[in-house]
């Protein structure tokens, strides 16, 4: 939508000059920068109308059960209309200024470079995360200035003489360069404060909270924490597993920094495009962790493992994944080692070919042996 709002708006606005009209503009009695306006306008709504369509139908559907996070929705909307605004300014600066010719190329070609140049700030947002929403005074300040660009375009209009019109496209710069800055020195897309009591938690022997944006993926995490209550006793639960951004704690890193840190009272696990392997293997993840205190060099020597043993401990965590998500193939791909692999193949294969009763009885004595090798009794 931004690359063709940028080159559509080019040509709209040097459209009259490729039709030979521009003498006929000049003579009327309303003022250039009026006749400018309304062409300008005749442009926006081209592109904005079918992107509000869009959004009232979202709305109209969602709206029958007003499920939570509809205030996060408003603030996409807001962002995709600041895109807008910003290639329909470019596109018709570019149009006022360069020729007919050039002027569609360089503005589509300008709104992708901007594109990837911003990406890292927030600019492109595909997917809106529960733990992240749009912050209302970078955006304020991000649609105003987009305003601004335009208006200053429209002073562009009914200027003939190369020097003047280079004079009054100088304005653009301050305009563009503050809107740059603030592009580049705030976050439009920033973490949410932690929700506290507020989340939706399941009890069970390992308690699962999730933003409540994420309720409809209840019934899905009922059947997990079911799942870890089965498991054989030789498995750990963590107390607590949340879902990422729900709980968060600051550090200063050695470079004196300010860093949040998700995983400082419990673990953590994400919902990814409603994906369940994306939260069951998080969850499978936290319970080998404790199950085998991987992160407790006090009471278990990993440095020592063996090859063999390492193949047998993601064989187990691979069981676990796909013990915890019902079964199935994995829905994502990974460039891991062959061998590793395989081996997550087998413990999936495991959870796929034997009877519960059987997978239980093998993972038991798995667990029980590598635990017996390499942490010390008690732990």
Request: with cysteine; glycine share 8%; charged share 20%.
């Amino acid at each position: 939508m931004g690359v063709f709002g940028a080159g559509a708006a080019a040509w709209a606005a040097s459209a009259p000059t490729r039709q030979g009209v521009e003498e006929q503009l000049r003579a009327a009695r309303v003022h250039p920068a009026r006749v400018e306006a309304h062409r300008l306008a005749a442009a926006l709504a081209v592109l904005l109308v079918p992107y509000l369509i869009g959004q009232v139908v979202a709305f109209t559907v969602t709206a029958r059960t007003f499920p939570p996070g509809v205030h996060l929705w408003l603030g996409y909307v807001l962002l995709g209309l600041f895109a807008i605004l910003l290639a329909v300014a470019l596109g018709w600066a570019c149009g006022r200024l360069l020729g007919p010719v050039f002027s569609a190329f360089a503005a589509a070609m300008g709104f992708l470079l901007l594109t990837v140049l911003l990406d890292r700030v927030g600019f492109v947002v595909v997917s809106g995360r529960p733990e992240v929403a749009v912050a209302p005074v970078p955006m304020a300040l991000r649609l105003g200035l987009a305003a601004a660009l335009l208006l200053v375009t429209l002073w562009l209009a009914g200027v003939e003489a190369p020097r003047q019109r280079r004079r009054r496209a100088a304005a653009l710069l301050p305009v563009a360069l503050s809107l740059l800055v603030v592009m580049g020195v705030t976050a439009v897309v920033a973490d949410r404060e932690p929700l506290g009591d507020k989340a939706l938690c399941l009890d069970g022997s390992t308690r699962l909270c999730i933003w409540p944006e994420h309720e409809k993926y209840l019934p899905e995490l009922r059947e997990i924490n079911a799942r870890i209550d089965q498991l054989p006793s030789a498995f750990k639960r963590p107390p607590l597993i949340n879902e990422i951004g729900l709980v968060k704690s600051s550090y200063i890193g050695p470079d004196g920094t300010k860093h949040l840190d998700y995983e400082a009272d419990s673990p953590v696990f994400h919902i990814l495009e409603g994906s369940r392997w994306s939260y069951a293997g998080d969850i499978g993840k936290a319970i080998t962790n404790v199950t085998f205190g991987l992160q407790d060099l006090q009471a278990c020597d990993w440095m020592e493992i063996t090859e063999p043993d390492q193949i047998r401990l993601a064989v187990v965590d691979k069981w676990l994944e796909a013990y915890l998500v019902g079964g199935g193939s994995p829905d994502y791909h990974t460039n891991a080692p062959e061998g590793l692999q395989q081996a997550w193949a087998k413990g999936r294969a495991v959870a796929k070919d034997l009877p519960r009763t059987d997978q239980f009885r093998w993972t038991e004595g798995e667990v029980s042996d590598l635990r017996g090798r390499y942490c010390r009794p008690g732990h």
